[in-house]
């Protein structure tokens, strides 16, 4: 028997290797296919997994919180108030409210009144609109209901700071959510402003900017186009008529475009104070789709003509009274603009203001070239009597004027009895509401609803929270839905506020001769500081100092910092803070008395030396505020202030403290 040959058994050895290690590398090839293939399978898992994160995030962010509340919102005022264009509701967003401490508080809630059921509720989501004021909404029953809304204002507790928003959301009717609709091209931040809706547009206009210190009016007309989801601003040349900038004014959709009426501005010129001006004139933006050949037409055209035109009135025609603080509501069944109320301002000096205020019914016909009619209430036929010509004339009483110096009047009002004026329980009049500014009207079918306003006595403000209604088509009487808890305080109770405020303006006046008096003497016998010498050497400066750009900013921040301080200053800090536009004279002449304390405090020193280190003490403050101020006066200049206003401004944080913030 032949052996093996020892060469064969090595290669087959080597064979065997090597066909085990492919099996092995097969075995590992395959665990490693089904290792990615699971490992692609829970990839696929953690996908779907990021994907169900998102969603309940999303859900979690825009979760919708309903509550039954007890009545209509709280007092506030700069709220919107609209119909809903998909069902008989009023929606209400947003507001702000002044407490009597000088409190600003803004508000972000939702709420929607149904009057069958007479019901209030509150809607409160993660993802809403941030809180604000003098905000614009408009109506589209356009996906099953929506409310646009841009804009208002924001400020901090104190009114230290203001914000204008310049954000744009859409408010979902059917699911109560809100969504912000993002865009590159938008409208400037704003408040006061208006919007419309016009076919498959958002019409806005106006408005103000106002970041402290002016209020800056507009003018500018955009477009967002509800099927593109994009904002365009129209231009115009300057040849071409167009309303002035202003604020607060009515607009109001037709079919063939929009109506313009009113509205409130400030005419500011350098070294003069600020005037409010009331506007009267009505214009009609006309709005046509252009169609013309549409199919050749280059999608860069614009597909939208626009043109302003003013609406004359004949001089012989009934309108309101002049005034502001009053916006129309439509009326779309009888194509009519509602306006209730308003505020005329009546400047009559320097330092008054005289106002009345209204609570009058008008309507405006937007068709043709438009007409004013006023809706009075009508008087109920008397059931008791047969009709006859003559009508029973209710005497008007006028009181007396008690402030009459002459004897006779007097003994004959003592005398004289006004006549008594029987009132009628049923006499629709007595259903009126206040009379008030800046009411929220909307109109659902034939119904007026109004709620809430501003009205002012004295020197008062009262911010109402009262809810009525009125039916247009029969206009017999207003029904008061909510009464406002509110006491308006009586003439009594304000003219005796107004004598003891001029008894201690008296004393003060008497306080100050007396002191005025002792410190001339005190003048007469003693030297006066060098004041004037100093004084002119702070004025010359430091001519080596030179800002660099970031140190000019941060003065910039502080100087805006130092002007919203302002309000919250004791009486000691604004004593001893010198004011824009005063000298270091005029700032020691006022606060000598301060420092002479406080140089006695520390030195004990007394007669010519102590007023010499109150001086020092209160020149070095001087040195220490005066870059700020020199900033601060930059700002105020540019805003058209002079010397005395920008005094008066540092000193209270108003140059009029009887115009109201409302009056924007």
């Known amino acids: 028997m032949a052996k093996k040959k020892p060469g064969n058994s090595a290669a087959a050895k080597a064979a065997k290797k090597v066909k085990a290690a492919q099996k092995v590398e097969r075995t590992t090839k395959k665990k490693v296919g089904k290792q990615k293939k699971a490992e692609d399978e829970d990839s696929d898992d953690d996908l779907e997994g990021i994907l169900e994160k998102l969603r309940v995030e999303w859900e979690e962010a825009h979760k919708v919180t309903e509550e039954l509340a007890d009545g209509p919102p709280s007092r506030r005022a700069n709220a919107t108030l609209t119909a809903c264009p998909t069902g008989n509701n009023l929606w209400c967003i947003g507001g702000e409210f002044f407490s009597e401490d000088g409190k600003a508080y803004f508000y972000s809630d939702v709420y929607r009144y149904s009057p069958e059921k007479d019901e209030w509720r509150r809607f409160v989501s993660p993802t809403c609109p941030g809180p604000r004021s003098a905000h614009a909404v408009a109506a589209s029953p356009a996906g099953g209901g929506k409310l646009f809304l841009f804009g208002g204002e924001f400020s901090s507790l104190h009114q230290n700071s203001f914000h204008h928003y310049r954000d744009f959301w859409a408010f979902d009717i059917q699911s109560h959510t809100w969504d912000r609709i993002d865009t590159k091209i938008r409208p400037s931040a704003r408040s006061g402003h208006r919007m419309a809706i016009w076919k498959h547009y958002i019409v806005l206009f106006g408005g103000f900017y106002d970041p402290g210190i002016t209020t800056r009016y507009l003018n500018d007309l955009w477009l967002f186009d509800l099927q593109e989801y994009k904002w365009r601003q129209i231009e115009f040349r300057e040849t071409e008529l167009r309303p002035s900038p202003r604020s607060g004014f009515s607009f109001l959709p037709t079919p063939e475009g929009i109506v313009l009426h009113g509205g409130y501005c400030k005419e500011y010129t350098k070294g003069k104070r600020p005037v409010g001006v009331m506007l009267e004139d009505t214009w009609f933006l006309k709005l046509t789709l252009n169609t013309t050949d ?124 006004p006549p008594v004026v029987e009132v009628d329980p049923d006499d629709p009049q007595l259903t009126t509401p206040l009379p008030r500014y800046n009411a929220m009207l909307a109109v659902l079918r034939n119904t007026l609803y109004i709620y809430g306003g501003i009205f002012e006595k004295g020197k008062k403000e009262y911010t109402l929270d009262d809810f009525y209604s009125i039916q247009l088509d029969k206009l017999e009487r207003y029904t008061c839905l909510k009464e406002s808890g509110i006491v308006i305080a009586d003439d009594d109770d304000e003219s005796s506020e107004d004598d003891e405020e001029e008894d201690e303006d008296e004393d003060d006046t008497d306080e100050e001769e007396d002191e005025g008096n002792q410190d001339h003497m005190e003048q007469e016998e003693q030297e006066n500081p060098p004041v004037l010498a100093d004084e002119a050497e702070l004025e010359q400066g430091d001519p080596e100092l030179e800002l660099t750009v970031d140190e000019q900013a941060d003065l910039r921040l502080k100087a805006t910092a130092f002007m919203g301080v302002s309000k919250e200053r004791s009486p000691e800090e604004l004593l001893s803070t010198p004011l824009p536009g005063e000298t270091l004279a005029m700032f020691y002449a006022r606060s000598r008395a301060f420092w002479a304390q406080k140089a006695h405090a520390s030195t004990e020193n007394q007669g010519k030396q102590l007023r010499r280190d109150g001086f020092t003490l209160a020149e070095d403050t001087y040195k220490t505020y005066k870059p700020i101020l020199k900033e601060v006066e930059k700002i105020l200049a540019e805003a058209g202030l002079d010397e005395e206003e920008m005094r008066q401004r540092a000193a209270g944080g108003g140059v009029r403290a009887e115009q109201s913030r409302n009056r924007r």
């Open 294 to 417: 549409s199919v050749n037409t280059k999608s860069s055209s614009d597909p939208l003509v626009v043109k302003w035109e003013r609406r004359k009135r004949p001089s012989t025609a009934y309108a309101p009274a002049l005034r502001s603080g009053c916006t129309m509501t439509l009326w779309a069944a009888k194509n009519t603009g509602i306006l209730f109320g308003g505020v005329t301002d009546e400047d009559t000096g320097e330092e008054t203001l005289e106002s009345v205020f209204w609570n009058d019914l008008n309507g405006y016909q937007i068709a043709g070239k438009g007409k004013w009619v006023s809706m009075t209430l009508k008087r109920p036929k008397n059931k008791g009597k047969s009709g006859g010509k003559k009508k029973n004339q209710v005497p008007v009483y006028k009181p007396e004027d008690h402030g009459s110096d002459d004897d006779e009047d007097m003994e004959n009002t003592t005398t004289q009895q």
